[in-house]
């Protein structure tokens, strides 16, 4: 339940189209609903604009299938986002709850899967990846905007290595509204895009690189010491956290 559908129910109640009883049995579901082995946040995206999210390691497929099932049970609920979820958890949650768009990582055999997306939004998105290797980390940003209405472009292997490649696509970064930067080796990507865009630009480190990569902590420390003002950074690997992070900037607006 988001704010659009409660205010759309208190009306209902007020006008008679709603019994209080029947918006009573709405409700009790706020502020969240208890399964036993997960409490499903319900009230999240009142309070957020963002509805909760299902990551999917460490869970069964059971698990993972019955809290996508408890979401899309929601009357007027938002997007249904899980992430992360191997193929077994991939093919039950889809058998049992029919309408989900795949996203498959074949990289890491991971999947993102989503239910139910937001309506269109026009704002311009643009995922920038420094290699082809830092795809699988995009693809889930890609998939978590696309859940909550985006239409992002994805752009990949645009590296400082061949910089050439990022200034070929020079107008789609001076017009992008916001951009994600994902980047593995020393990270420097981010610093070169957050030098020539005003768009709000989040870098995501990846655990890949060579010798003292160190499994994304250097391109993490690289881009956290980034000298292009306003750069923001999430945790190695986050693609879903940086998606999130420019819904929550574009939807607070």
Not at 92 to 114: A, D, F, W
Not at 225 to 239: E, H, R, T
Request: negative net charge.
């Amino acid at each position: 339940m988001n704010q659009v559908s409660l205010l759309q129910l208190l009306k209902n109640v007020s006008e008679g189209v709603t019994s209080p009883d029947e918006a009573l049995t709405q409700l009790k579901k706020l502020p969240f609903n208890d399964l036993g082995f997960a409490r499903i946040d319900h009230h999240r995206n009142i309070r957020q604009n963002i509805p909760e999210a299902i990551y999917g390691p460490s869970k069964t497929p059971q698990q993972c299938s019955l809290i996508v099932s408890e979401l899309l049970s929601e009357p007027n609920g938002g997007p249904v986002l899980l992430t992360r979820a191997n193929l077994q958890q991939m093919q039950l949650c889809v058998s049992e709850n029919p309408g989900s768009t795949i996203s498959c990582s074949k990289e890491n055999e991971l999947y993102t899967l989503y239910w139910r997306p937001g309506a269109s939004r026009k704002e311009k998105i643009l995922i920038l990846t420094a290699g082809t290797a830092d795809l699988p980390v995009a693809e889930e940003a890609n998939a978590t905007l696309k859940s909550y209405g985006f239409s992002p472009q994805l752009i990949a292997d645009c590296g400082v290595a061949g910089i050439h490649r990022l200034f070929a696509s020079i107008t789609q970064v001076l017009e992008a509204d916001a951009i994600i930067v994902v980047a593995g080796m020393e990270g420097a990507l981010a610093s070169v895009v957050g030098g020539i865009t005003p768009a709000p630009v989040i870098a995501v480190p990846t655990s890949v690189g060579y010798g003292a990569s160190l499994e994304g902590v250097t391109a993490l420390l690289g881009m956290l010491s980034s000298c292009a003002a306003g750069l923001s950074v999430v945790g190695i690997d986050n693609g879903f956290g940086a998606a999130t992070a420019i819904a929550k900037i574009i939807l607070s607006k």
